[in-house]
């Protein structure tokens, strides 16, 4: 068996043209990509960047899952703004001895992901480095009035997440050990193991994620023709629930008050693990690329009635932190326990 | 002395929160940067990734320079699609050992060339990573009739340069072995000295190059208003001079024969290093960030007297290539001397 071809052998050139038919004929060749954009409309951009060995390895993640999450991870944040996607650039860094069949599933997967929701790559950037990253910038458009903040919420509203947490968490503890959810042996603490169909719904939440640009359209049918998006805050929940739930009262200088018992866990996962480390991976684990809303209560039912369960209403905002330095964001395990105060340094951190 | 703080000490977020403060209050801190575009005209975005061993190192680039010039590289491609910018994204991978001060330079850098030219920091990503890298898309926008493509050469045109080409090339041999440009001792093979005033320049031109959006703005004022683009091809000379006119030809279907004694060569870079590395440098050399067009004549001689020496008319497109596999670039070294044919291969490439 012969050794797989590696990009030093095709050269950068040889690399951009095979990569070329991944994109629209009418953008690449030039030193920028012209996009003509729906008139009306104001541009939204977000960009993420991914490292081997930090965000993805070879050992949990093929390269057409790398490109997917890659390009889910930034959809995602064009759905918590309200857009619609128009199009990916990539930044490339590449050790030489990467196999042309890795890159090429990375913009198969890229591709994939774009396919389902609509944009297009625009253009990218090929460069050496001793290890493997991919920069994402995605650019969508939204109706002016239709775009969605992180800074609108106000006190009183219903916070609406629009599904499980603690998947993808999931999904990535079997992919590196998957020892732990044997049907028979299971977990090592709780002796549970985990059925074929959920560890097959789990692995996919961490590999595939879906950003919801469905929960998007439910919303703007909804809010109607003359709606507008003024008393309604979002974002995703890519770095989790919990984050998500600080940044919306931080951005709006208001608290939040959580329902332990209302909090979106697939029962098969608390079964697995446990219900403190199925709560933990819920509110910590990140990734699972929902949206997290503050809504008006009757917009939030409606909501709620429309996309159907697990999308829940985990609680209400309070004006708690308008005075306070950081939110106060309180879990309450029952109505009648001493809640927990959630904080933003308990999530993942980078560098930390 | 203390060692200086360090990005791990700050944390992910309290970085974002010092790197907030180069960009617009009203894009920052949600999942993505809403901007309203000027109506009428497409969008243009380019990207380019600078990796740290790569495209700059502590040797021969501050931070502040390492910012400016990944800006400016991503202005250049806008500058030749004839687009203005709006601002640009940045995805930053990083070692948790690199100071703050590193990346407040990066920032100062890119602030500092945003302001020349307009645009501002749109959003961008923070990760970590082993080695430094930057990823930067730059957005702008382009009356559609005026946009600058590649592909619009036609035989028979005057290929027009707008600037020296291998002072970039000379300013990095400066920085990385200083004794060599010594006015005294000089070069070790030709034996001659650099002055302090040329010295200055060749460095300056590559650590702190700019995007020629001037030549662009004589271009449309030669034009009209009701002048369009589509018998003009043009890109930026980042790979090289050599490059840009081979990508020029090749997007084209067209030829070119360009004159020695034309090509825009410092007068003080040749009694430095040679007339043979001189050529070499001013074709091969890249990063000299200036604009490649193929124009009427009638457009070229204006163009060159708007802008005065050293914008040159290096030579004319050919019908040669509509036949070849690859386009047929030649060299005369003198009419009566034969040409040498000038190929991608001989540019650098990534990868090979």
Redesign the interface.
Known sequence: MTNPQT??D????G?LQRLWRYCPGDVV?????????P?GR??????????DG??FSDRTTAPADVGWRAVAANL???A??G?EPEGI??????P?HTSIAWVEGLYQGMADCLSCWGGAV??????????A?V??????T?V?QR?L???RAQPGQAIVVTGYHGRSRAGLELLLAPEKGHPERGHPETGAGVAQADRDRWVTAHQRPQPRFDVISALQDLLGEAGDTAAIAA??SSDGLANAVLQLCQ?SGVGASLRQADLPIDAALTAWVGETQAIDWCLYGGEDFELVLCLPWPLARALQQRLGAPCMIIGKTTATGETAAAPVVELWPTAATAPTRLS?SQGF????
Chains 1, 2 share one sequence.
């Open positions: 990009i030093a095709l050269g950068e050139l690399l060749g030039d030193d920028g990509a012209v996009i003509t954009l008139p104001q541009l939204v951009v977000t960009t993420d960047v991914l490292v930090v965000h995602s944040d064009l918590a703004m857009a650039t990539v930044g490339l860094s590449l030489g625009l253009g990218g950037d090929l460069c050496r480095a001793d290890v990253s920069a994402i910038t995605a650019l969508g939204v002016p775009a903040y992180r800074s974002m995703d951005a933003l951190q980078h560098f930390s």
